[in-house]
């Protein structure tokens, strides 16, 4: 385990809320998939109940740690990845997108393990990042709420999301490229 994790913080409380994120993505994706849409909305709810409670709990338990720093987005990209595949599958997301947010995905996640060793403390998402992931979020909540009168908005929204997505992969290559030039 790296030096920025504690074996301890596995059983922080925030973290544990985080863990049930990753343990309902796949009843997520099941019920989207059967149409579900009674026991889709709860779960869907509950994931994002949790995201946004780990934050909250975290702070008023001062229990903040590194590794919830670091499961929190993964948790994150994983549930959104899965979204955007399903809703490219019923035909709903370009597949230009769904290969943009992997990539970027990926990218993050190779230099972060790469430059784990030489980082101090987890770097946080940034407010392009940020926003970028609100917009793709209600692209996101219109398909899956069903909003039919919202569809003619979800194109021009993604390629905000992209935009915005792809200045902050660029802070993060930033970010992790300096770490070099610190030596």
Do not use: H
Not at 75 to 104: K, P, T
Request: net charge neutral; glycine share 4%; with cysteine.
């Amino acid at each position: 385990m790296s030096k920025l994790f504690k074996y301890e913080d596995i059983f922080l409380i925030p973290n544990l809320i985080t863990y049930l994120r990753f343990l309902l993505i796949a009843p997520l994706i099941i019920t989207f998939n059967l149409d579900m849409k009674s026991y889709f909305y709860m779960i869907l709810f509950i994931v994002l109940l949790s995201d946004f409670l780990d934050g909250i709990v975290a702070r008023k338990l001062n229990q903040q740690s590194e590794l919830g720093k670091t499961l929190d987005p993964i948790a994150d990209g994983i549930i959104l990845f899965a979204f955007i595949i399903l809703l490219n599958r019923r035909g709903d997301i370009a597949d230009w997108f769904c290969v943009f947010y992997f990539v970027r995905q990926i990218t993050i996640l190779i230099f972060s393990l790469i430059y784990l060793p030489k980082i101090e403390k987890i770097y946080g998402s940034n407010i392009a990042g940020k926003t970028g992931v609100c917009f793709l979020g209600l692209v996101l909540s219109i398909y899956a709420l069903d909003l039919t009168q919202f569809f003619y908005l979800t194109e021009n929204l993604i390629i905000i999301s992209a935009i915005l997505l792809f200045l902050s992969l660029l802070d993060y290559l930033r970010f992790f490229l300096t770490l070099d030039s610190k030596k």
